[in-house]
C-alpha cells in the first residue's frame, strides 16, 4: 500500500492545532447557547428549579428573555464568519447569569437543597465563562490581524496529497467522471453534468437535512494531469479549486493534490461553520476514501477519521461501501 502526505493548511488568520481547538470550541458553545436558550424559552420553570431558582411568573419571564439572548448568540457565533463579538455578547450575558445566581445564593435560594443546585449552577456558568472569554479573546485577536497564528477563523485555502497506487490515466479517468465525486465525499448527495460537460449542479447535505445546491464550471482540463473548477457568480457555496495528477516518487502510482479555495466569501464561510467543517480535514478524509475506492474497491475507514474527541469507532454512515 503506498503511503499519504499531507501538505500545511493554509489559512489566512493563522493554522495549526490551537486553530482547530478554539473554533472546534467555538462551535460547541454556538450550539450549547441555542440549546440552552430554547431550554429556556421553552421551559422557563424546569430550567429554574435544576438551577435552585424560585419558579415564579416573573423569574419564568427572566429566564424567557435570558433564553431569546442565547438563541441570538449562538445562532450568531455559528452563522458570522467574524464571531468574536456574538462571544463577547455572550460573555456579558454570562455575567448577567452569574449575578442573577449570585443573588439568589444570597437570599431567594432558602432550602439546602436550592443552594446546592445555586452552587452548582455557578461552578457550571463560570466554567462556560472561561471558555467563552478565552474563545473571544483568540477570535478578536486574530480578527483584527494582530493574533499569534492560533486564531480560529475559518480556513479560506487548503491543499492536501495523497499518493494512489494505481496509474495516472486510471486516477484521472475517475475524477474526470464528476458524478463519481459523491462516491468518495461523504456530504455530497450528488453531482450532475447540467448542459455538456463544462457545467455541474451540486447538491451537498446541510445541517437538520438541509439540500445546499450550487452550479460549478470546469474552468481547466489538462488530460491525466490537472482538472480546474470553480462555482459560478452568486452560488450558495462560491468556491475554486483544482486537483493535479503526478507520478508519484518511487514509481509508486499517482500523487494527487487537491487545493480547495474560497476566500473572501462570507457565504462559504457560514456554510462551513453550520457543517461544523474543517476544510482541510475534509479534503484529507475525502482523498483518504478515494484512495481506498481506487486501490480496494470501497471505502472501510471510519467516522472516527474525521470527527474530534473521544467517541467509539464504527463504520462510516456511508457503508455498506461503495463498490468500484
Not at 493554522?15 to 472546534?24: I, K, L, R, Y
Request: charged letters at 20%; glycine letters at 10%; a positive charge.
Amino acid at each position: 500500500m503506498s503511503t499519504t502526505a499531507t501538505n500545511i493548511q493554509h489559512d489566512r488568520r493563522g493554522a495549526g492545532t490551537n486553530s482547530s481547538t478554539v473554533e472546534t470550541l467555538t462551535n460547541g458553545l454556538g450550539w450549547f447557547s441555542i440549546g440552552l436558550g430554547l431550554a429556556e424559552v421553552m421551559a422557563p420553570g424546569a430550567v429554574a428549579d435544576f438551577v435552585g431558582l424560585p419558579s415564579k411568573p416573573k423569574t419564568r419571564n427572566l429566564l424567557r428573555v435570558y433564553g431569546m439572548r442565547e438563541i441570538a448568540a449562538g445562532i450568531g457565533i455559528l452563522t458570522q464568519p467574524r464571531p468574536a463579538g456574538w462571544l463577547w455578547a455572550r460573555v456579558a450575558g454570562d455575567a448577567v447569569d452569574l449575578s442573577t445566581l449570585i443573588s439568589a445564593a444570597n437570599g431567594s435560594a432558602k432550602s439546602k437543597a436550592s443552594k446546592a443546585k445555586v452552587t452548582f449552577a455557578l461552578a457550571s456558568v463560570a466554567g462556560v465563562t472561561a471558555a467563552d472569554v478565552y474563545c473571544a479573546q483568540q477570535l478578536s485577536a486574530s480578527e483584527s490581524g494582530n493574533g499569534n497564528g492560533n486564531g480560529a477563523g475559518k480556513t479560506t485555502r487548503a491543499v492536501r496529497t495523497i499518493i494512489v497506487d494505481r496509474p495516472i490515466e486510471e486516477v484521472y479517468e475517475f475524477w474526470h467522471d464528476l458524478e463519481n465525486l459523491p462516491r468518495f465525499m461523504t456530504y455530497l448527495d450528488s453531482v450532475r453534468y447540467a448542459g455538456g460537460h463544462q457545467r455541474t449542479h451540486w447538491i451537498a447535505k446541510g445541517p437538520a437535512g438541509a439540500r445546499i445546491e450550487w452550479d460549478a464550471m470546469t474552468v481547466r482540463d489538462e488530460p491525466n494531469r490537472m482538472i480546474a473548477w470553480r462555482s459560478v457568480p452568486g452560488s450558495t457555496f462560491e468556491n475554486s479549486g483544482s486537483v493535479r495528477f503526478e507520478p508519484a516518487p518511487g514509481d509508486r502510482g499517482t500523487l494527487v493534490r487537491v487545493e480547495l479555495d474560497y476566500s473572501g466569501n462570507r457565504a462559504a464561510a457560514a456554510l462551513g461553520k453550520l457543517l461544523q467543517m474543517d476544510i482541510g480535514r475534509r479534503i484529507m478524509h475525502d482523498l483518504r476514501n478515494f484512495k481506498q475506492v481506487l486501490e480496494i474497491g470501497e471505502v472501510t475507514q471510519s467516522e472516527a477519521s474525521i470527527h474530534s474527541g473521544m467517541h467509539s469507532a464504527q463504520p462510516s454512515s456511508q457503508q455498506p461501501a461503495h463498490q468500484y
